[in-house]
């Protein structure tokens, strides 16, 4: 019996003869994992956010986590982040030992702007360690207004921007991710992003 139902793909990245060049050139090297390819990939990062340092990560997860961590929080330290996104950004920070608090989001946007992340760092009993704004779908927030806040508050920004590479802003030019408004920032290639490595992130620091 024929099955006429239409099957719709989760992910299906625009792929060309030379992506899968490129595959087939690591698949026939001796660097299935780790090699020299990565290496480029994360220079070549750098290169594009105007970034010092880049770290290929398994996947956008990863990369909050690795964020997260290296923010090495003390006992009731708090996390801000959006309150529409994927559970990844919340997940990471309680994993690595912080309490996570909602920011309201823009109705239109779903991002957080300036006004809802003051407003949570009210609402928030104890010391705010941390935001994570989202560019959700790739709609970056607004970083410069965003950290004028952070900065009164002595909060480190991590850009989630695991939706948004090659995005920018036009307030000043500089490319979401790139850490001009933020200590880190991050990234996944998943194959529903706007870059896929298959599963893949990034983790950003200026
Ligand atoms: C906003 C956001 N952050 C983080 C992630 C996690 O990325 P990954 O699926 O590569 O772990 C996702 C994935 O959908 C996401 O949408």
Not at 24 to 29: A, F, P, Q, T
Not at 37 to 64: D, P, Q, R
Request: overall charge negative; glycine content about 10%; aromatic content about 8%.
């Amino acid at each position: 019996m024929s099955d006429s139902r239409t099957i719709y793909h989760y992910g299906a990245p625009y792929l060309e003869q030379d992506d899968i060049d490129a595959v087939v050139d690591v698949l026939k090297s001796k660097w299935l994992t780790t090699g020299p390819k990565v290496s480029a990939f994360e220079a070549k990062l750098n290169e594009i956010l105007g970034c010092k340092y880049s770290v290929a990560c398994s996947n956008g997860s990863s990369a909050l986590y690795l964020a997260s961590k290296a923010l090495d929080f003390a006992d009731g330290d708090i996390v801000i982040v959006p309150s529409i996104t994927f559970l990844a950004t919340a997940n990471a920070p309680h994993m690595a030992g912080a309490k996570v608090v909602f920011a309201d989001v823009c109705p239109k946007k779903g991002i957080i702007t300036p006004e809802t992340f003051a407003g949570a760092i009210d609402r928030a009993e104890g010391t705010v360690r941390a935001v994570f704004p989202v560019h959700l779908n790739g709609v970056p927030c607004a970083m410069d207004s965003i950290a004028d806040v952070a900065n009164q508050h002595n909060i480190t920004i991590v850009e989630d921007a695991c939706h948004a590479i090659g995005g920018g802003y036009s307030i000043d030019g500089s490319m979401v991710g790139s850490c001009a408004h933020s200590s880190m920032s991050t990234f996944s290639f998943h194959p529903v992003k706007n870059l896929a490595t298959g599963e893949g992130g990034g983790c950003h620091n200026k």
